[in-house]
């Protein structure tokens, strides 16, 4: 289940030809595999996870691991991804609900990314990764998951579940499907 929030480059929303395209470099993107420890919320189904290399989807399902290309963005190792589900998003100003910038409504959580050293020494979870159209009106995953190194030979990073997390729509509704009471007073369900 991908949400169409997600544009050209790793994490964003309201088409591509909005996105702001990251600084290239001509380093050589590093291979990580990741150990998905993300269950998907009841009764949400499918793959828990997404990580995206450039506009390709690499999705993984829970308890089970998949290697994606992580490539230099912003003169870092950096790679988006998104919990998959469907989840309200979070009014924090006004004006910033239901549906700025014509961006879907309920959609999968994101602005997290994985950032990797150049040796795989360390990784580290991005929050609040917002640095294309729309990202920070994206629903918040920054504190549901954590990352973890496991191996720097070969490049291996958990991302896992913490103790805060997100709350799906009511049935794991989608923009195309959240009906009446489903509808949290606010809210406006809206599909890319």
């Known amino acids: ?35 998905d420890q993300v269950p998907l919320p009841t009764p949400c189904s499918g793959d828990s ?27 870092a190792y950096q790679i ?17 609900c239901p549906n700025p910038n014509n961006c879907q409504n309920p959609d ?11 040796d795989c020494s360390t990784a580290t979870l991005i929050q609040n990764f917002s640095d294309f159209t729309c990202d920070s009106l994206v629903p918040n995953a920054s504190q549901a998951v954590s990352v973890t190194l496991q191996s720097s030979n070969p490049c291996t990073v958990v991302v896992a579940s913490t103790a805060s997390p997100l709350t799906p729509t009511d049935e794991c509704c989608s923009c195309s499907s959240c009906t009446g009471n489903q509808i949290p007073a606010g809210q406006v369900p809206h599909c890319q």
């Open 1 to 35: 289940m991908l949400g169409a929030c997600f544009a050209a480059w790793i994490v964003g929303c309201g088409g591509s030809e909005d996105a702001k395209p990251p600084i290239a470099t001509s380093q050589a993107p590093i291979t990580m595999i990741v150990v």
């Open 49 to 75: 996870l997404t990580f995206f290399e450039g506009n390709m989807p690499v999705n993984i399902a829970y308890q089970s691991q998949q290697t994606v290309e992580v490539s230099q963005l912003f003169g």
């Open 80 to 96: 988006g991804f998104q919990l998959n589900g469907w989840y309200w998003r979070t009014c924090t100003s006004p004006g910033g």
């Open 108 to 118: 999968n959580a994101g602005q997290v990314a994985v950032e990797i050293a150049a």
